[in-house]
């Protein structure tokens, strides 16, 4: 239970963080169920990940090993500050940084991300070698299809309220 509150948590931080525009809330909320029923399924309310002092994600471009030809731009996301500092090091830039972020600002972010194709979560402190991958085109879709859940009830809900044809408007 503590685990959902959590992410109630960290899903009210990022709609209130959201451009206050009038639209970019209510996208932001609707979303939320989207990425909330992912990060449930996942061991870690934050991972950490390491960032650019810019705030960029560090992106690793993966090879097919079958075809090498085949590329994917990856974020690695781990469970400790540990095991990203470790990386961290492996890496050998001193602009890096480990940062610790909520999950569903993670995903949130993933969406709009289009030049990295997956996140890679790593849930165990001493295991960096298998992750959970999502997808970032599989959580778009997912994303795309609540928006067109929630359109579709809008034009049903408006479609009821409009007056029925051949009446007038009090009668209707």
Known sequence: MRNEQELD????????????????????????????????????????????????????????????DIEKNVVYAYCSSTASNLERLKQGDRDLVSVEIGIIEILFRLVGLKEVDSLILFDKLTDTQRGTEISRAELQTLCEKQMQKLKNAQRKLQRNRSPKKGFAPHIA
């Open 9 to 68: 948590w960290q899903i009210d931080r990022l709609v209130e963080d959201a451009p206050q525009d009038g639209v970019t809330p209510g996208i932001t909320k609707v979303l939320s169920s989207v990425l909330k029923a992912i990060a449930l399924q996942l061991n870690h309310s934050s991972y950490y990940i390491l960032q650019s002092q810019d705030g960029s994600w560090l992106l690793t471009t993966l090879s097919n090993r079958n075809s090498p």
